[in-house]
């Protein structure tokens, strides 16, 4: 009897023994001890190292832990961006988001972003053939090291990359020259350094911003007392040149835009239909009749309803319970659309034509660390400095996040979470004149909001929250169309966001509502019911979602980058980070896994198969429109 209970007590201290080894060991190296002994390319010195803690001695350099030379260290891993999907992560332009990309793409965004590309940003670029793995004998002290490179670099091997030959996986590093001694290194010089972005920083990262009541006038009222929305209406060609137009009605997309109050000479006037007492009027331009008076409504254009033409399709066909009890604003709210930016450039500049009449301020946010918590450059604040995006750049609050959260190697979801308060919590505190009525989207980068939805949120009162966005799904590419819609709550009102989710964008994506303890408060407060709604349906996309567009060298950088949370994690697996590899996986539609999913067919000229920007500049995003692996007949431009 005694000596089974000393086998009982000597077992329960083995396991005891074993469960703390391997807590010590994962707080130690941030590693899953099971994780790396299931890798399908498990290294040896992962297992040396596992028991090198026990004779380890402090101020020794030549252990089983650390080799003697150089030559025998193991390389340090190349910077690793987020995988965001299905839920955000911190990038390699901050802690950063979304998995949609600039990738390849042309103008002034770089090819995979960052210091040390070669773009029409001028930037540089070195690469080595063999990009190392992630390894369990990176030292967590790497998230405190500084902006300069380290020595151990200069053992990797670089070689020139050209941006029209995409054939070789990119690793980003600091702009400063420094030789490279050896029969296989060389020193490559593309232009003299550009200054540090934190260094031409300044106080760019804490300045406010004012908001301002937007002016445009929206709506136009028509002689009869209509109150009509300029984009969504018909209007007319002026009478006194009727043989010039025929008679014909103007419904170009810029046509709204150029109406001006009817009555003028030589002006376009809002079509309106007449309430007359006669049974010859269609149904649909009955409206009911106050107080004896007659009624006027206004003609929508293809793709707008309501009597005030305001109505997208995207928002007539959505599940919005109050559809009836919609009125325009005196005042259009303001929109605020946060982002977590990481090298989607391309996609950065086709969100920014996309929203720009609808959005009044954007709030980008970018560190210096990424998702993995290695140093970074701030390469869209160099891009954002040296003038790419002056056309929106006074419509921009950049959010610089300079520290790694506390956690986030042990646990990447940790990481990801905390960019979004960050995000929020830091933009928002540096937006002046805001009022409670106005509206805060967040995105994450692949995911491209239509203006036509948040134009109606800006314009129009009735409307309940908080509210989703339905977007069309695609993979690598516009054209690997996925079956269904991405849903994702994306938006409210600020006063929501302050008194319901705490000033936490997060929340507001993550969590519901009825969850949170202000919100039976906020409603009493407020007399607002709170119902949540999507704009758009699985059949009527209200935006759009890209996940993985990249070239293949913008995938490669997205699979090394990937935070320690979204398993499996394919940047770790040797055989996908192949860039063939990664091509026949753009070129089939493919996964990781292996698997294929069926895709539905698709034409270039469908409704919603792209924002417009990109197909307007089909030279520069062609590698997202036509599959590029794949020969038949492209997209012609137009």
Request: hydrophobic residues 35%; glycine residues 12%; charged residues 25%.
């Amino acid at each position: 009897m005694k000596m089974r209970r000393h086998r009982v007590f000597l077992l329960c201290t083995v396991g005891l023994c074993v469960i703390s080894f391997l807590h010590y060991y994962k707080a130690l190296h941030y590693v899953s001890l099971l994780r790396e002994l299931s890798a399908p390319y498990p290294n040896i010195k992962s297992f040396i190292m596992v028991t090198g803690f026990f004779w380890r001695e402090k101020g020794v350099a030549t252990t089983p832990l650390s080799p003697a030379s150089p030559k025998e260290a193991p390389p340090l891993p190349v910077l690793r961006p987020s995988d965001t999907k299905p839920r955000g992560a911190f990038g390699a332009g901050g802690v950063g988001g979304g998995g949609g990309g600039g990738g390849g793409g042309g103008g002034a965004a770089v090819g995979v972003g960052g210091e040390g590309i070669v773009g029409s940003a001028g930037l540089e670029v070195r690469l080595r053939e063999e990009p190392a793995p992630p390894h369990s004998w990176e030292k967590p002290e790497e998230d405190k090291r500084g902006d300069a490179p380290s020595e151990e670099r200069a053992e990797d091997h670089f070689k020139h990359w050209y941006p029209n030959h995409p054939a070789q996986p990119v690793r980003h590093d600091d702009l400063a020259e420094k030789a490279l001694v050896g029969a296989q290194h060389k020193v490559v010089f593309v232009k003299p350094p550009s200054p540090d972005p934190l260094e031409s920083m300044g106080d760019f990262h804490t300045r406010t911003h004012q908001l301002q009541d937007d002016k445009t006038s929206y709506f136009v009222r028509t002689k009869a007392g209509a109150l009509c929305f300029r984009q969504g209406t018909e209007v007319a060609a002026p009478k006194e040149d009727p043989g010039k137009s025929g008679g014909q009605v103007a419904t170009g997309p810029g046509a709204g835009a150029g109406l001006r109050a009817a009555g003028g000479p030589g002006q376009r006037r809002p079509l309106e239909v007449q309430q007359l007492p006669s049974t010859s009027v269609p149904p649909k331009a009955k409206a009911r009749a106050r107080g004896g008076k007659r009624l006027v409504k206004c003609v929508c254009r293809p793709g707008w309803h309501g009597p005030y033409c305001g109505v997208p399709t995207m928002v007539f066909h959505s599940n919005l319970p109050t559809k009836e009890r919609l009125t325009p604003r005196e005042t259009p709210r303001r929109v605020i659309n946060a982002i977590n930016v990481n090298h989607e450039f391309d996609l950065l500049h086709v969100r920014f034509h996309e929203l720009a009449q609808a959005v009044d301020l954007f709030l980008v946010c970018e560190s210096n660390f990424t998702a993995y918590g290695e140093k970074r450059p701030l390469s869209f604040l160099r891009l954002l400095l040296n003038g790419t995006y002056d056309y929106v750049r006074h419509k921009i609050l950049y959010v610089f996040l300079d520290h790694f959260p506390d956690g986030g190697r042990q646990d990447g979801w940790i990481a990801d979470d905390y960019l979004r308060t960050f995000l929020t919590r830091n933009g928002m505190s540096r937006v002046v004149g805001a009022r409670p009525d106005d509206v805060f989207v967040i995105n994450d980068a692949d995911e491209i909001p239509a203006h036509e939805g948040l134009l109606f949120l800006k314009l129009f009162d009735g409307w309940t929250e908080p509210f989703a966005i339905h977007m069309r799904k695609s993979l690598y590419g516009f054209f690997w169309k996925q079956l269904g819609s991405l849903e994702v709550v994306s938006g409210c009102t600020l006063g929501m966001l302050q008194d319901v989710y705490d000033s936490d964008g997060i929340r507001l994506r993550r969590r519901e509502y009825y969850t949170m303890p202000g919100f039976r408060k906020y409603e009493n407060d407020t007399g607002h019911i709170l119902v949540q709604w999507s704009v758009g349906s699985p059949f009527h996309f209200a935006g759009w979602h890209c996940s993985w567009c990249f070239t293949p060298e913008g995938i490669y950088f997205k699979l090394v980058s990937a935070q320690n949370g979204d398993f499996p994690r394919w940047g770790d697996y040797e055989d996908k980070r192949d860039l063939n590899y990664i091509r026949d996986l753009i070129r089939t539609g493919g996964w990781f896994d292996g698997s294929f999913q069926e895709y539905p067919p698709t034409d270039p000229k469908e409704h919603m198969y792209a924002p417009k920007y990109m197909l307007e500049h089909y030279g520069r995003y062609h590698y997202l429109l036509d599959n590029p692996y794949i020969k038949g007949p492209a997209l012609s431009e137009g």
